[in-house]
């Protein structure tokens, strides 16, 4: 069974950085896609970043050059590097794996940036 484990999230000023980590867990194909995607309340759930296990990336306009996606694939893990955050990215941040026809999500992680 595939577990994902999202540690990082928190309280920070505006401007200020976090990373997001996310452990998977589990049978994991070797071909995949991994991110992050963040909800607030009210509204649908909308890609963050994405990383695929080929190495190719890609990101919200809204967090583009404020944002880094990385991927450790030998420890399985997913990093968000978030700086110069914004009020605005105050969010749920959740983890997903998509790999073959499937999906999973983590337990998500708050993020709030104060102004």
């Known amino acids: 069974q595939v577990q994902l484990v999202e540690s990082g999230g928190g309280l920070v000023q505006a401007g200020g950085s976090l990373r997001l980590s996310c452990a998977a867990s589990g049978s994991i194909s070797a071909i995949n896609a991994m991110g992050w995607y963040r909800q607030v309340p009210g509204k649908q759930r909308e890609l963050v970043a994405r990383s695929s296990s080929v190495g190719t990336t890609n990101y919200a306009d809204s967090v583009k050059g404020r944002f880094t996606i990385s991927r450790d694939n030998a420890k399985k893990t997913v990093y968000l590097q978030m700086n110069n955050l914004k009020p605005e990215d105050t969010a749920v941040y959740y983890c997903?794996?998509?790999?073959?026809?499937?999906?999973?999500w983590g337990q998500g992680t708050q993020v709030t940036v104060s102004s």
């Open positions: 997903n794996l998509h790999m073959s026809f499937d999906d999973y």
